[in-house]
């Protein structure tokens, strides 16, 4: 099992920065994707960012030179910081981690999730 915790979220600005934390404790695979959701008042939860444990990076096009992924494999935390915040950008963001492979502990876990609001 793996748990997920996130913090960071916080009342910003427009045009300004957060960095959000995702701590997982448990068992986390060597093989994984370590992705950040964020979902909207009324809208769908969408893919924000992803990062694999080979260190490769994908980003939704609507956050793409903003935010940057990155993880700490000692600590197993993985992070999301967020620049030039837009009002647009509000919303509920969700850490997710999933093992891959077969075995005990295989699947995707997600976390309580963390508010991000952005004032215009």
């Known amino acids: 099992q793996v748990q997920l915790v996130e913090s960071g979220g916080g009342l910003v600005q427009a045009g300004g920065s957060l960095r959000l934390s995702c701590a997982a404790s448990?068992?986390?695979?060597?093989?994984?994707?370590m992705r950040w959701h964020r979902q909207a008042p009324g809208k769908q939860r969408e893919l924000v960012a992803t990062?694999?444990?080979?260190?490769?990076?994908n980003y939704a096009d609507s956050v793409k030179g903003r935010f940057t992924i990155s993880r700490d494999d000692a600590k197993n935390t993985v992070y999301l910081q967020m620049n030039s915040l837009k009002p647009e950008d509000t919303g509920v963001y969700y850490c997710?981690?999933?093992?891959?492979?077969?075995?005990?502990?295989?699947?995707?876990?997600w976390g309580q999730g963390t508010q991000v609001t952005v004032s215009s």
């Open positions: 990062i694999t444990s080979g260190d490769n990076t």
């Open positions: 448990g068992s986390i695979f060597s093989a994984n994707v």
């Open positions: 997710q981690v999933i093992n891959l492979g077969l075995g005990v502990g295989q699947g995707d876990y």
